[in-house]
């Protein structure tokens, strides 16, 4: 599994591209969706009443968003609360949710940077967008260009979340290049969510060898590790090939004559490898 966690500048289009890579095979966790669900358990919003009085809800108990962020936004003090009390629920939900999940993950988290990077995000994206764009992408909400820096106000500078990020992408033209830029990243993204570990078995070290050297000439693997392997039989020796390999190149990993007197190839998910090592191996392989 690849997870990517996306964040970017206020109004810079992220949910926009989360829903092109949702399109493009993405599973895709929402952040905001997950706080949405959350207003609705009672003992959040008790919390919320507690703090701020029952103008923050409705006469049938339901929260009122408008009336918590103008007071969430009104003092660091109120915004650490909220984040404090929001923050953890949503973390533990995206884990929850992810653990279940395979191949290529983006969680859209707004404040990705400001609450840390998870541990089960392998890597991070900043999206961001010239001003001008981002004023027109919040008119709708009714903010204005005061109001966005208000609320950036509370979170980490732009250009530090740029540092810190793997990949920032640049928002500046129009929706369709948006999605050109999304439908590229997709093609790399993906690549780097097929790798996958496989094992075969031989009973004869040459042959192990000899399949070894197959797959490293014609770049079908990488990372290879050789190893003997004890069998409940007297007299006989097992040799293990392991080995990274592409999820789209299974059949043609059977093709050496050498494989007729092997077991496998065998399949294991790769749930977490470190970002930098997985661009490695997939650059070392077949296209």
Known sequence: MLALGVTG??????????????EMGASVLDADEIVRSLWKRPDVIGK???????????NGGNILRGEIA????????????????????VR????????????????????????????????????AAPEEKRRDRNSVRGWDGKEILRRESFLLPSEEKKRR????????GTLEDLRETAGKKALFFRRLSGLVRYTVTFQRYEDALLYRDFLWKERLGSDFHCF??????????????SFISRESF????????????????????IRRMPYKKRIALSEELSQ
């Not at 990020?165 to 500046?172: G, P, Q, R, S, Y």
């Not at 003997?228 to 090939?241: A, Q």
Request: aromatic share 10%; glycine share 8%.
């Open 48 to 58: 919320a009443v507690s703090r701020w009085g029952r103008g923050v809800a409705d």
């Open 250 to 269: 299974f059949a043609g990993l059977s093709r050496p004559h050498v494989m007729d007197r092997a077991r496998g190839p065998y399949t294991a998910t």
């Open 165 to 172: 990020a793997d990949m920032v992408l640049e928002n500046t």
């Open 70 to 89: 103008a007071r969430a936004f009104s003092c660091a003090e109120d915004y650490a609360w909220l984040c404090g009390l929001l923050h953890p629920l």
């Open 228 to 241: 003997r392997s004890d069998t409940m039989e007297k007299n006989t020796e097992n040799w293990l090939v």
């Open 92 to 127: 533990i939900e995206m884990e929850r949710i992810s653990a279940s999940l395979e191949g290529w993950v983006v969680a859209e988290i707004p404040l990705l940077f400001e609450g840390g990077v998870p541990e089960w995000i392998d890597a991070t994206v900043y999206l």
């Open 9 to 22: 500048d206020v109004g810079a289009g992220k949910s926009t591209l989360t829903r092109f890579w949702k």
